[in-house]
């Protein structure tokens, strides 16, 4: 059975730093890009980072480079999303999504699986 499980989301001041997880299970990263959304309220869910290990890629969404990294372990088989100099436009429930090897520029409609959201809130 595959799953993704998603930790880390909480309230943190603009600023400071969260970091995210998305465990995976059932699949390899090897065998998947894992992919990081987000969506506010109102707004449509939009991409935030990518990593595929198959094709040793990394992209990030313009609003985030700089300030948020993402990377992966292995041997856990976990991605991680590590955001800092947060603000409080990145308040959002936060998504790991995973799509067949590569990073697809953040298609929607390419992600195969889904793990639940976590709420990341930034006051200001």
């Known amino acids: 059975e595959v799953q993704l499980v998603v930790s880390g989301g909480g309230l943190v001041q603009t600023g400071g730093s969260l970091r995210l997880s998305c465990a995976a299970s059932?699949?390899?990263?090897?065998?998947?890009?894992i992919a990081w959304f987000r969506q506010a309220p109102g707004k449509e869910r939009e991409g935030v980072a990518c990593?595929?290990?198959?094709?040793?890629?990394?992209d990030y969404a313009d609003s985030v480079k700089g300030r948020f990294t993402i990377s992966s372990d292995v041997a856990k088989n976990t991605v991680y999303l590590q955001m800092n100099r947060l603000k409080p436009e990145d308040t959002a429930v936060y998504y790991c999504?995973?799509?067949?090897?590569?990073?697809?520029?953040?298609?929607?409609?390419?992600?195969?699986?889904w793990g639940q959201g976590t709420q990341v809130t930034v006051s200001s």
């Open positions: 999504a995973a799509e067949r090897l590569s990073c697809s520029n953040f298609s929607f409609y390419a992600m195969d699986y």
């Open positions: 059932g699949f390899t990263l090897a065998e998947y890009a």
């Open positions: 990593i595929s290990t198959a094709f040793d890629k990394i």
